[in-house]
């Protein structure tokens, strides 16, 4: 009896220990975020970095009338590339958007000069360009409501969108 008891426990033991993956919990695809360091970041399929679920990527702002990238969108864009060259297997759609103000056709024009012009910097910095699609939403998809500065300068962006992993 007590043997059988011991064995049982034993094997509880085992099947505990044994049942462990090596990829961590909060990472199940063995993904990685920030250069190969796992930071419990959550890489979701269809996940987007203004909701925090792409992984390392991080939406860029831009300013007024303008689809030129500053040197903070640069910084970011850099660490975006690392991480999808880290992350091979990672498809992206860059979303270009625009604040409130412009017409509809002028704010899709502007939503879509952003988002080639972050596809054009990650290409040159080694991203495949098969691997990233873009898409304007202009004016139609704000992440701010509101009237003013503070609002406007949220929605002049550029997102990612995980499209494969």
Same mark, same amino acid.
């Given at each position: 009896m007590i043997r059988s008891t011991l064995l049982a426990l034993?094997? *509880? %033991?085992?099947?505990?220990?044994?049942?462990?993956?090596?990829?961590?919990?909060?990472?199940?695809?063995?993904?990685? *975020?920030?250069?190969?360091?796992?930071?419990?970041? %959550?890489? /979701?399929?269809?996940?987007?970095?203004?909701?925090?679920?792409?992984?390392?990527?991080?939406?860029?702002?831009?300013?007024?009338?303008? %689809?030129?990238?500053?040197?903070?969108?640069?910084?970011?864009?850099?660490?975006?590339? /690392?991480?999808?060259?880290?992350?091979?297997?990672?498809?992206?759609?860059? /979303?270009?958007? *625009?604040? /409130?103000?412009?017409?509809?056709?002028y704010n899709l024009a502007l939503g879509e000069k952003r988002a080639k012009a972050v596809r054009e910097y990650l290409v040159a910095l080694g991203v495949a360009q098969k691997r990233i699609a873009v898409i304007s939403y202009g004016k139609e998809k704000p992440v701010a409501f509101g009237h003013d500065e503070g609002a406007w300068e949220k929605n002049r962006r550029a997102n990612f969108v995980v499209t494969a992993k």
């Open positions: 034993v094997a *509880a %033991s085992l099947m505990a220990v044994g049942c462990a993956s090596k990829k961590p919990a909060n990472n199940p695809d063995g993904l990685t *975020a920030n250069g190969g360091n796992n930071t419990g970041l %959550s890489l /979701e399929l269809k996940g987007d970095s203004d909701s925090g679920t792409a992984g390392g990527l991080q939406t860029v702002y831009f300013g007024f009338d303008s %689809s030129t990238l500053g040197s903070d969108a640069q910084a970011a864009l850099k660490n975006n590339a /690392e991480f999808l060259k880290t992350n091979a297997t990672v498809d992206i759609q860059v /979303e270009g958007h *625009a604040d /409130e103000r412009g017409g509809i056709q």
